[in-house]
């Protein structure tokens, strides 16, 4: 048995099958399993026999038999010869690949191209590398390609061809391989604003992871409204929320998990929440109460709780101490005061990145300072006081902080007048003659001791004399007409010494002391002022006082 070459599907072949001589020629015949056209004829003593076949794909491995009978054979003759038909496999390409699905980065891949039926079977070939290797059974081929991926071959297609004699065969299918791989960037969270969220005040925390495939899957453990804006790139996850004072230092923890177990990342985030105190600022003063002018004060601002401390400042000049710790905010101010300090307020204002606290302590400051200037005292009525009269003598010293204490050394009905910037202390008392000269003495007192000045007032008490005034004649006895005669009027004590006057007219002399009157009156007498009467009067500021002395004159006449 005999095979033909090689021959396409659909072309069309002559089998000749020829029997040289004999007498008569051999009858020769054809038996295919296939349909076929015979013909028979004799040339040059050779009996023939032709089959005209057109090939299809099912007469591969047919046979076709020539049988040759001759009347001197005891037996027919025969030759077959088996039809090889070239035809392609009649179904697409399959590929298998095993793990099926994704593969991890770092394993190994198989993947297996299959090709069924046609004639000769197809030859595969893979256009990616590895180890490769061929197997055909019955009408299958199979070719194998195995290698270990990597990420850089996620989406890699690896093509497997099919090369065939019948040229136009030329199939080929594609796999499109899934790496799975891990990202090689930590987990990193932003937040939205960045630094410290005021309490109450919105806070978007985002969690963040670059590569890998799939990208990783991100999981928050704080509550809140939850954004995916994952891209086939980057895996971001965010939350928002609203801030309280109870989440400062709370840790906001993301996780991202991914297919390649190896790759479990948590990371977390403090947040560091503003909340503003709940108390104002406290002010206190060293030395406590009044601060002498002159003398160094400290008034400390504290306030405590929130998150950061308060920043306190002074609206005073002075030097600044920060004592600050960890959870109390203390702002110091040191200065000398002065007077003018006095009622000064001095503020301490607090600052928070909660704009809503902004509390502002006023202080008020007392500052003690002595009067400037010495007290004063006024007497009411002015000048001289009538004995039996009463006067009121008034202290005052304006300005000091406190007002100065004054008080008297002298008795009376005392009252204190003191209003406004000005002490005032007075004494009322009654006079008689002893308080003339009397020294009535007015002391002030203050918180500054340096300061204790005393002012004197010395009375003046007018008072009459105790006694009549008194005549005396120069010369003694009768006068004779045509002499001088000199009368003296005199009246001892009294303040001031009382005023005399004549009713007689004469040359006057005032020879009056601090303690007695003396007023005298001369002139020539006269017969005509015999027994005349001449008078003298005393008059004093004590209007009770007006006596009047009477002299009658004895003049002689001459012979």
Partial sequence: MNSTEPIFVDNIILLKCEVDGGIPFA???????????????????????????????????????CIAYHLSWESQKTTDIILNVLYAPDSNLTVQRTPVGEIFSGKRVTLTCIASGGNPLATLAWNCSGTNSNQS??????????????????????????????????????NRLLVYYAPESNTSIQQTPPGGIVTGENVTLTCIVFGGNPVATLSWNCTGINKNSTTSAIASYSIEFVVNKTQSNKICACSAVHPVASYNQTVGHKLLVYYAPI????????????????????????????NPLATLSWNCNGTITNSTSSNIAIYSIDFAVKKIDDSRLCSCTAEHPDRSYKP??????????????????????????????????????????????????????????????????????????????????????HIISAYEPTVQHKLVVYYAPDDRPS????????????????????????????????????????????????YSVSFPVNKTQNNAICACSA????????????????VYCKL
């Fill in 27 to 65: 009858s020769i015949s054809w038996h295919c399993e296939s349909t076929f056209d015979e013909k028979n004829t004799t040339i040059n003593n050779k009996v023939q026999s032709t089959v005209k076949l057109k090939l299809k794909k099912s007469d591969n491995n047919k046979s076709c038999e």
């Fill in 137 to 174: 059974t019955g009408n299958l081929v199979s070719n194998t390609v195995e290698f270990k991926v990597n990420k850089s071959d996620n989406n890699k297609v690896c093509k497997c061809s099919a090369f065939h004699p019948v040229t136009t065969y030329t199939p080929t299918v594609e």
């Fill in 279 to 306: 108390q104002n600022p406290n002010i206190e003063q060293t030395p406590t109460g009044g601060i002498i002018a002159g003398n160094n004060v400290r008034l400390t601002c504290t306030v405590s709780g929130g």
């Fill in 360 to 445: 502002i302590e006023n202080h008020r400051l007392i500052v003690y300072y002595a009067p400037d200037t010495n007290p004063i005292i006024a007497q009411t009525p002015l000048g001289p006081i009538v004995t039996g009269n009463t006067v009121t003598l008034t202290c005052t010293v304006p300005g000091g902080n406190p007002l100065a204490k004054l008080s008297w050394n002298c008795a009376g009905t005392k009252e204190n007048n003191t209003a406004g910037n000005t002490s005032s202390y007075s004494i009322t008392m009654s006079v008689n003659k002893s308080y003339n000269n009397k020294i009535c003495t007015c002391t002030a007192d």
């Fill in 471 to 518: 005549i005396e004649q120069t010369p003694a006895g009768g006068i004779i007409t045509g002499h001088t005669v000199i009368l003296t009027c005199s009246v001892k004590g009294g303040n001031p010494p009382a005023i005399l006057k004549w009713n007689c007219t004469g040359d006057t002399s005032n020879g009056t002391t601090d303690t007695t009157a003396n």
């Fill in 539 to 554: 008059s004093h500021p004590d209007m009770s006082y007006t006596p009047a002395e009477e002299h009658r004159l004895d």
